[in-house]
């Protein structure tokens, strides 16, 4: 891939990232036990991270990364639409279930995107971060029916 190639790439990343942190601010208000809050907090500043580390690549590139807009794009309209009738912890869980998985997938297909070994790393490590949430959810779900 050229290097526009991969700053388009990457930017398709950055987006899912940034609708992913609207997510979790909507699904961390409605949690109101406080280690779930405390790790979805944490989930939120990964995929803040992945935003900013994404986007000085795609500057690096010579592309322009995508702003950080106040509405979500769309990469998780599955799950917001869910979060919006989410009630209390277990429904904000399952609604970020929703989103995770699919921030998993496309983690998991970046993985074989073909270019630099640095870019490489830094996606695997972020595929890493999101399996994490995902594992973590899918046990809080299992420990907490209501
Ligand atoms: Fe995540």
């Known amino acids: 891939m050229d290097n526009k190639e991969i700053a388009k790439k990457l930017s398709s990343l950055v987006q899912l990232d940034i609708d992913a942190v ?3 601010k909507e699904a961390i208000e409605k949690v109101d036990d406080l280690q779930v809050r405390e790790h979805l907090t944490q989930y939120r500043q990964d995929h ?29 309209i599955k799950g917001f639409t869910s979060l919006r009738s989410a009630i209390g912890t277990k429904g904000a869980l399952n609604a970020m279930h929703t989103n995770e998985k699919l921030t998993n997938k496309e983690y998991e297909a970046a993985k074989y995107w073909d270019m630099s070994p640095d870019l490489k790393q830094m996606i695997a490590l972020a595929r890493e971060d999101e399996r994490r949430h995902l594992e973590y959810i899918e046990r809080a779900l299992e420990e907490k029916p209501h």
């Open 48 to 76: 803040e991270r992945h935003i900013s580390d994404l986007s000085a690549e795609i500057r690096r590139l010579g592309g322009t990364p995508p702003e950080f807009s106040l509405d979500f794009k769309g990469y998780l």
């Open 22 to 24: 609207h997510a979790y």
